[in-house]
């Protein structure tokens, strides 16, 4: 079995070290050189030719930012996996890097021991430099998340509801901020119905996303807040470290924001999300679900079509990760399985039509 070759970039010795260590652990992961800085992995790329580049952002000489536009540029095919921290300005030079085209992201541990150090290191960078390693493997601009192939596809379960879309529920994952900025920003200041999303992040990123896309986007973007009322035009990203769920009281449909366990790994999920919105709004949702690993939002896709809503989905060519998506178009539950360029249209259709029919 050939093994994913990976380059570690980060101007601290410790983690380079623990990296290294936790890393070539893994049968099918192999570190193939370090650098101290970007300079240095710049030059070193054409000597070592890493399949994978997990990069530091703060560093001397040259940063990680400076590094991966130059390794866009000249190495357009090797995916990064930025390795940032956890405080505020982490979070938004890993939102940059993002943009910038980084694959994914992961987080600097934060443990008392060694142990737990390199315990959170296989849950999170071990995994993520694994998927970026297919993708560069692959033949395709994207990868199936492999937990995917065991899914037989059968034939579309169309909705059938055809009443007015009272709410569009968004679910995403690796990938997922670029293909949301993608989608939202072409949705109009007018857009009739609130916007509700889930995107697998930790506390602070989500509020910077929120920030960022609210800069950019005719809608207005924030990260849900306990009780919130939704309101037509607003777009609503649920915390990091919290599931958002939706609550009926008195009539008035409210955000609530909880502390309950982790589904399929994450919190917040997309699943939770998906099923309250399908008990208050049943025909009325319109779910989504772009790229992103895993099965999250499967259940869910599973309750809003069961109550008559519809449920379309990013495809697998334009897909970071084919998981998400991939797990409910193999299902049968996506009314549309479609490109990223042509989600925003489509939801631009449903809700439209379906509020004009209503007129």
């Known amino acids: 079995m050939s093994k994913t070759r990976v380059l570690v970039v ?5 983690i380079r070290k623990i990296v290294r260590t936790v890393v070539s ?14 300079k240095i992995a710049l030059a070193m790329i054409d000597q070592v030719s890493p399949d994978v580049v997990i990069l530091d952002i703060e560093m001397p000489v040259m940063g990680g930012l400076e590094t991966l536009v130059e390794m866009k540029r000249l190495h357009p095919q090797i995916p990064v996996v930025v390795f940032s921290a956890w405080a505020e300005h982490g979070a938004t030079v890993t939102l940059d890097a993002l943009s910038a085209g980084a694959h994914d992201y992961a987080l600097k541990p934060k443990a008392k021991s060694l142990g737990d150090a390199q315990n959170q290191l296989r849950k999170d960078l071990v995994v993520k430099t694994r998927h970026a390693g297919e993708l560069r493997l692959s033949t395709g601009p994207q990868i199936r998340d492999p937990a995917a192939r065991s899914v037989s596809p059968t034939r579309p379960k169309r909705s059938t509801g055809n009443g007015p879309v009272k709410i569009v529920a968004m679910g995403m994952s690796t990938g997922g901020p670029d293909a949301l900025g993608e989608v939202i920003t072409r949705l109009p ?13 930790p506390a602070v990123f989500t509020r910077k996303l929120a920030e960022r896309l609210d800069s950019k986007c005719a809608l207005r973007i ?10 037509p ?18 009539g ?9 366990p982790p589904e399929n790994f994450c919190r917040p999920a997309v699943d939770p999300l998906f099923r309250s919105a399908a008990m208050i709004y049943q025909s009325g949702v319109l779910g989504v679900v772009l790229t992103g690993m895993g099965r999250d939002g499967l259940l869910g896709s599973r309750a809003i079509v069961g109550e008559g809503g519809r449920v379309i989905v990013q495809d697998q060519e334009t897909s970071v990760v084919w998981g998400m998506p991939g797990f409910i178009a193999q299902e049968g539950l996506a009314e549309q399985v479609l490109p990223l360029d042509q989600i925003a249209p489509c939801i631009n259709r449903q809700v439209r039509g379906a509020h004009a029919s209503a007129t």
């Open 233 to 250: 035009g607003a777009g609503y990203i649920a915390p990091g470290g919290h599931h958002m769920l939706l609550a009926e009281s008195c």
């Open 222 to 231: 924030r990260e849900g807040e306990q009780g919130a009322e939704l309101e």
């Open 10 to 14: 980060d101007d601290s010795v410790m």
């Open 25 to 38: 652990a893994e049968p099918d992961l192999e570190v193939v050189g370090h650098a101290a800085n970007g």
């Open 252 to 260: 008035e449909v409210r955000l609530k924001i909880t502390d309950d």
């Open 189 to 201: 200041e007018d857009f009739p119905v609130p916007l509700v999303i889930t995107q697998h992040m």
